[in-house]
């Protein structure tokens, strides 16, 4: 659509707002300022009521085809101003076909994944009467304790970027009008994942320099990608609350990015403030959520409850609720609601029943797993072997397979690693036991909204006991073992961050026990974070990082350890040693070091806080080579561009997939800069004896900025390392300088 064309269309929604502003009562437009919840627990008088006065702009915790058509017909008809609903809910990996869990996707590092996976499942969620997802969430984190680090890009701006507008594009398309295609929402804007010892909800304290250079600029990439809507962080952010926080709401995302779109609160964040201690009462929340820029109050009714009257009272404008009512009803327009405010009941099954999204689920898993270690070629395995013991309590679960955040209704239908591998060699006897369960200590309030996720009791000492004799006997009997350990869905999103990283329970004991045993050993793991595994990474040969891998995870499983497809996943986060050690990241300033590498040097006397394995790392069953590393020129100007070429080569005997990595580091400046910095990566496919230049472009973009000494964005006039290699640590070095 060219550039006219689009003008024109953008004048004709504005021509129909501005009409329908003029109609609209105070009571209604305060309405389209409400979500309102659709489930059992919500809170707030039933959603038929509200929506029939007018009462109400958006749905969510509803996932009910027939009941999105019936509370449409009572908007369209029975509400005053026929303004039709947006209906909402967390996709946030996939709709019925589940996809690697974000952190997974990020550990792709190829944009094509989040871009694919989250194309099909927004054209899910459409066809189930769908609008809108809670997705992206583009929290950078660096404390792997923190439960919801498995929704988001891991811990590097650069790579979050990337990903944060290969999922925009996926949800939203190149048209919000496309039937198949969501609105995304970009959150928890900002700085939610810094939340102190990575505990969730609680309170951030972050440098300007910390905000801007490493937890904006995903945000910003989902801005620059047309994201339509933004939600609000839960926490404080430097004593104010992301939900009231003028400077995020008006100063960055509308005055200095030109956003237009609108903001949704989290769940009752506008009430919140009150228990945060910003706001004195309800009346008070509701002003400061409303001046601050905050369109959409998520259900804790505040705005309902006092918007009218503190326009009645002077000390809110009509003008300024009109300014935040108006991107709602554009974004309505825009979608084409009002002239096709229903869907089609009988699409769904006949959309989910496409089996291209099946395989995009499974290539999308093959991607995003990571071979963290491959001791004597173990891997890939034989499908030849006689018999296989498949052991661990993650191993035949579809919720750990499909992993946290689900939508709300759904019923897993993963195919579990065990069954994957059933499938895969159906010639060959494949055995099964558990081990002992593994449980959080303390439940997590999310399984009393899921159905079918009912706590069962704790197995008591003589049934774990009982449960790893079985699981060591199928051990023994065994040519071939392979251990699928890690953590339940349950055990990482939200409100799921721990204190430790080890296995829970005992599957650190099982896993050294069946070890003992003699037989050749894998160690594949289903998890939604870093996890410690010390003793697995210096004893059993072959670990394969799973994550979440979604419904065809199984198989995807399968399809790596016996040959089918070779990993070429990268980790798009540290792995600590210990939990202790968090928050550890690759990007750290340069200190005093007399001794031992400066970038991990002592800092404790009982142990070094090395990292178990860095950013960027993953392996694959070929090799590798980089070399002829080049600059097109030593010196450039502020301002100016140059290029970096290098070689890869696959040394091996096998077609496999590297990613090119490019780091640098800014020597001096007017601030200190860390001590590496991603800016440029690649995936790349060559066969055996293949070589390939690959090519990166680094200028302003890549050199600028924010300067705690200039309060400003700057480029300094400095000298500068580069790196390119496979991970964070690589050695591969060249240097240039940029001049005044």
């Keep these: 659509m060219s550039k006219v064309n689009d003008s024109g269309k953008e004048k004709q929604v504005s021509v129909k707002v501005e009409a329908l502003l003029k109609k609209m009562s105070l009571e209604e437009k305060v309405g389209q300022l409400n979500q309102v919840g659709g489930a059992a627990f919500s809170p707030g008088p039933a959603a038929e009521d509200q929506i029939r006065k007018g009462g109400a702009g958006s749905v969510l915790w509803l996932n009910d085809t027939q009941k999105f058509n019936e509370l449409q017909k009572i908007a369209i ?35 094509d994944v989040p871009e694919k996976s989250q194309a099909v499942a927004a054209k899910e969620a459409r066809a189930a009467g769908l609008h809108w997802t809670f997705g992206p969430m583009l929290d950078i984190c660096r404390d792997a304790r923190w439960g919801r680090i498995v929704e988001g890009a891991g811990e590097d701006p650069y790579l979050g970027s990337a990903m944060a507008a290969a999922q925009v594009r996926g949800f939203q398309g190149d048209d919000v009008t496309d039937p198949e295609r969501m609105l995304a929402c970009a959150k928890h804007f900002a700085g939610y994942g810094y939340s102190e010892g990575g505990r969730d909800y609680d309170p951030v304290y972050l440098s300007e320099s910390q905000l801007r250079n490493i937890v904006l600029p995903p945000f910003k990439a989902a801005v620059d990608a047309g994201v339509e809507t933004f939600m609000s962080a839960y926490m404080d952010l430097n004593d104010v609350p992301a939900t009231g926080n003028r400077f995020l709401l008006r100063k960055v995302l509308r005055e200095e990015w030109g956003f237009d779109g609108f903001v949704v609160s989290d769940a009752f964040a506008v009430a919140n403030m009150v228990i945060q201690g910003h706001a004195k009462d309800r009346r008070e929340a509701a002003l400061r959520g409303l001046k601050s820029g905050m369109n959409m109050d998520m259900s804790s009714y505040t705005y309902t409850e006092n918007a009218a009257q503190l326009v009645a009272d002077g000390v809110l404008t009509e003008a300024e609720l009109d300014e935040l009512v108006r991107p709602i009803l554009t974004i309505k327009f825009k979608m084409g609601l009002f002239e096709k405010p229903y869907v089609d009941e009988t699409l769904l099954e006949k959309v989910i029943a496409l089996p291209e999204h099946r395989a995009t689920s499974r290539w999308s898993a093959q991607r995003s797993m990571v071979l963290l270690r491959n001791e004597g070629g173990l891997l890939p395995l034989s499908k030849h072997v006689k018999k296989i013991a498949v052991i661990g309590p993650v191993a035949d679960s579809m919720q750990a397979t499909e992993g946290s955040w689900m939508v709300f209704g759904h019923t897993p239908t993963a195919v579990t690693v065990l069954q994957g591998i059933r499938t895969k060699l159906p010639n060959v006897e494949v055995t099964y036991a558990s081990g002992p369960e593994i449980r959080r200590d303390i439940p997590s309030w999310f399984e009393s909204l899921m159905a079918g996720q009912e706590r069962k009791p704790e197995q008591t000492p003589a049934e774990s006991e009982a449960a790893f004799q079985s699981a060591l006997e199928t051990a023994k009997a065994a040519d071939q073992v392979i251990m699928v350990l890690g953590e339940t869905d349950i055990m990482a999103g939200e409100a799921a961050s721990r204190a430790s990283l080890d296995l829970p329970g005992r599957q650190e004991e099982l896993l050294k026990a069946v070890s003992a045993l003699g037989k050749p050993v894998v160690l594949v793991l289903l ?72 970038m991990y040097n002592p800092r404790y006397w009982d142990g070094l806080p090395v990292p178990l394995y860095p950013f960027g790392f993953g392996l694959s069953y070929t090799t590798f080579e980089f070399s002829n590393l080049k600059v097109s020129s030593e010196k450039i100007k502020v301002g100016e561009s140059l290029t970096v070429t290098f070689d890869v080569t696959n040394t091996g005997k096998l077609a496999g997939d590297e990613v090119a990595q490019l780091y640098i580091h800014q020597k001096y400046g007017t601030d200190t800069r860390p001590m590496r910095e991603l800016k440029g990566f690649e995936r790349i496919t060559l066969q055996p004896g293949e070589k390939k230049t690959v090519t990166f472009k680094l200028g302003k973009d890549e050199l600028t900025y924010w300067s705690t000494n200039a309060n400003a964005w700057i480029q300094d006039p400095a000298s500068f390392d580069l790196w390119a290699g496979s991970d964070s640590q690589a050695s591969l070095h060249a240097e240039f300088e940029v001049t005044a």
């Excluded at 039709?84 to 952190?103: E, N, Q, S």
């Design 77 to 111: 008809e029975e509400s005053p101003s026929g303004i039709p609903l947006l209906f909402a809910l967390d996709v946030i990996h996939g709709y019925r076909t589940i996809f690697p869990v974000p952190l997974a996707m990020a550990a792709s590092w190829d944009p």
């Design 527 to 598: 998890n939604g974070r870093p996890l410690s595994i010390n003793w697995a990474a210096e004893n059993i040969p072959a670990i394969l990082e799973a994550w979440e891998p979604g419904t065809e995870g199984g198989n995807a499983v399968a399809d790596i350890l016996f040959g089918d497809a070779n990993p070429g996943g990268k980790l798009p986060v540290t792995f600590p040693r210990r939990g202790s050690h968090a928050p550890l990241y690759y990007a750290r300033n340069t200190t005093h070091s007399p001794e031992g590498s400066p």
